[in-house]
């Protein structure tokens, strides 16, 4: 599999912007996949995010089990501020607003000590695709942002008023290159590289080969696949389960991939962490 690679052009303007404009943010909202916490986190921004406070929030935690309250352990444990969130259920409104009220506490205190009545700004950053639109527009109460399943949908950088915050939405962005294919797989699994400059088929190889080592029970009761030796063969056995048989025998492993990477970003292999806490132990954010 050649290596992945994605940093657009307009990455490097919206960054330029978000540090031209933070500081006059009171913190970040920083918005990580549950699925993949440690592949979401660039380490890029923290150059931008300066000194403010971040609210780490693992989003689709619906999509993901149990091994995300390992990394909430985890990020608390080096002092950060950490929530999971689904941010299609308006439950978890209450929930970030706590926990923004929370880090804005002591500036709020010394604001009515003077008199003052302030709004709290905060910037809404991170890697593509992983819901920062979906949260403004939770926050907000209505469809502010443009949202979509294809990364890159945010291009530009701009305030929104969001109930008794306002929130800078600020377009996706990668590290200029990826040293670390593994991390960069995960990212392209949940979609938060273009799927344009991908081979789906090694995509779907690759995403089989690791389902196999870390849920191989959910690729039996999704699939029926129970060989899980050899990746093609686990390929081919979801392709004979979903019908994707060309003419003359041969497999559709095109409807193969795109059907698979579907169904992991949708939830319909299961809920699933890929990866897992105790391997970040030694993790400098």
Not at 82 to 97: P, Q
Request: net charge positive; charged share 30%.
């Amino acid at each position: 599999m050649k290596n992945i690679q994605w940093f657009p052009g307009h990455m490097t303007r919206a960054m330029r912007d978000m540090e031209a404009k933070r500081n006059l943010c009171d913190g970040v909202i920083c918005v990580l996949d549950a699925r993949a916490p440690i592949a979401t986190v660039n380490k890029n921004l923290n150059k931008i995010f300066g000194a403010k406070p971040v609210l780490y929030v693992f989003n689709k935690a619906d999509l993901s089990d149990g091994k995300l309250d390992g990394f909430v352990k985890l990020f608390e444990s080096k002092g950060k501020y950490c929530v999971k969130c689904d941010a299609t259920n308006i439950s978890a409104k209450r929930i970030l607003t706590q926990k923004l009220n929370a880090i804005t506490e002591e500036k709020r205190a010394r604001a009515e000590a003077k008199g003052l009545n302030r709004t709290f700004r905060f910037m809404v950053a991170g890697i593509p695709n992983t819901g920062k639109s979906t949260i403004v527009n939770l926050l907000s109460g209505q469809k502010r942002a443009k949202t979509g399943d294809k990364a890159g949908v945010t291009r530009d950088v701009r305030w929104l008023r969001c109930g008794a915050f306002d929130l800078l939405d600020t377009p996706g962005t990668m590290p200029p290159s990826f040293d670390d294919q593994y991390h960069a797989k995960h990212l392209a699994y949940i979609g938060s590289i273009n799927d344009d400059i991908l081979d789906m088929d090694d995509i779907a190889l690759e995403l089989l080969g690791e389902l196999a080592e870390k849920y191989p029970q959910n690729l039996t009761e999704r699939y029926g696949i129970t060989d899980y030796s050899e990746k093609l063969g686990m390929y081919e056995a979801l392709c004979k389960r979903r019908g994707f048989i060309l003419r003359g025998g041969e497999f559709d492993y095109e409807r193969g991939a795109k059907a698979l990477i579907d169904d992991f970003r949708k939830g319909r292999v299961g809920k699933i962490c890929l990866e897992t806490a105790s391997d970040y132990t030694d993790y400098e954010f």
